[in-house]
């Protein structure tokens, strides 16, 4: 039996990798005040932060999908006779593997298998393209999750967040130190670290923070091949700038370039750079 590989909408991957390597997404839920849109199917990124800096008084937040979403999708797949990996953000961030799960009880006779990456966004969007080159290639379902449990722990994921404004409105800091960061023009750096947003460094200056961002990578990268997904939430500016920087001073044998979607932009807002990247 063919290896399908099932995600969710939150792993940010381009419409075009996800055809090209027939990757199935499922997506979550974005609402805006009383408005619900389907992540990345009826709301685009950039139509998010679009509406995001638009509407700063309205609510936002993101829901898992239901289970049906799952149900049907591994259906389908199953009733071609295909065996299914679904991997997805992680459960500390998001219900969406619990759902996921459920779905895979309705199904008993089908093959298939729920991992937790343990990440969001680009960090588990390369997790799932490294896993649905290894099904194209004609891998086997243990050969293929052999794979990604090597991948998974090597998995990082940065970020420099542009303001702290959004970082307040979810209580992950105070309102105060928010509006002293931002007189002081403080860039924090933050990353994935056992499936939870995690703060590392914070630097007076978008510049400083980035160049320290791709440091950190550079000192993790020193001597071994990698592979990076290079992202920005609504910043092509931002990410053109970023992705120079990756070329000059890192070894990556492959550099990838998303959007970040709803999940990572309404916690951290517009302007976000970010990479992803594993050594091998």
Same mark, same amino acid.
């Given at each position: 039996m063919a290896v399908k590989i099932v995600t969710d909408s939150t792993a940010d991957l381009p419409q075009e990798l996800l055809d090209q390597h027939k990757i $199935?997404?499922?997506?979550?839920?974005?609402?805006? +005040?009383?408005?619900?849109?389907?992540?990345?199917?009826?709301?685009?990124? +950039?139509?998010?932060?679009?509406?995001?800096?638009?509407? #700063? !008084?309205?609510?936002?937040?993101?829901?898992?999908p239901p289970p049906m979403?799952?149900?049907? /999708?591994?259906? @389908?797949? $199953?009733?071609?006779? %295909?065996s299914i990996i679904s991997i %997805?953000?992680?459960g500390d961030m998001s219900g969406t593997i619990q759902a996921a799960k459920l779905a895979k009880?309705?199904?008993? @006779?089908?093959?298939? %298998?729920?991992?937790? #990456?343990?990440?969001?966004?680009? +960090? &588990?969007?390369?997790l799932v393209l490294t896993a649905a080159r290894a099904a194209e290639e004609g891998k086997s379902v243990d050969e293929v999750l052999e794979l990604i449990n090597y991948v998974l722990p090597k998995m990082k994921i940065y970020f420099?967040? !542009?303001?702290?404004?959004? &970082? $307040?409105?979810? +209580?992950?800091?105070?309102? $105060? /130190?928010?509006?002293?960061?931002s007189l002081l023009n403080i860039k924090p750096i933050l990353a994935v670290y056992e499936g939870e947003v995690q703060p590392v460094e914070r630097l007076r200056g978008r510049n400083k923070a980035v160049n320290r961002m791709v440091e950190l990578v550079k000192e993790q990268t020193e001597c071994r091949r990698c592979r990076c997904i290079v992202a920005h939430a609504g910043n092509p500016q931002g990410l053109e700038d970023l992705l120079e920087?990756?070329?000059?001073n890192v070894k990556c044998e492959e550099i990838l370039v998303s959007e970040l979607g709803p999940v990572v932009g309404n916690h951290g807002g517009p302007g976000i750079v970010g990479l992803s990247f594993y050594t091998f």
């Open positions: $199935a997404m499922v997506p979550l839920t974005v609402r805006f +005040g009383e408005k619900l849109f389907k992540d990345r199917v009826e709301i685009s990124p +950039g139509e998010f932060y679009d509406l995001l800096q638009k509407n #700063s !008084d309205i609510p936002v937040s993101t829901s898992q979403d799952f149900f049907d /999708t591994y259906k @389908e797949l $199953a009733e071609e006779g %295909h %997805h953000i992680s009880s309705m199904l008993p @006779e089908a093959d298939i %298998h729920i991992i937790d #990456s343990r990440s969001v966004s680009v +960090g &588990l969007g390369l420099v967040v !542009d303001t702290l404004e959004y &970082l $307040a409105k979810g +209580g992950r800091i105070g309102q $105060a /130190t928010a509006y002293m960061g920087k990756v070329r000059q």
